[in-house]
């Protein structure tokens, strides 16, 4: 597999990846409607035992400090 093979696949993920973030995040602005307290630590471990990764753990944790701060606007 070429570089330019590689590169194009990681642009098809990361298409995928910006489009399921942004629904992610839409769908988060919704439960401002729907509970008080937005911050779940029982929900956070729940995620994050799914993960295998340190890189995905981190990221899921951006995630949530992303979502919890723009929620509190």
Partial sequence: MSMKDIRT????IDDVVIKLLED???LVAKLKDHKKNLTDKNREKQILSKIGS???RDVYEAIFNISKKSLSN
């Avoid at 696949?9 to 098809?12: F, G, K, L, R």
């Fill in 9 to 12: 696949d990681i642009d098809t």
């Fill in 24 to 26: 992610r995040f839409a």
């Fill in 54 to 56: 340190e890189y995905v």
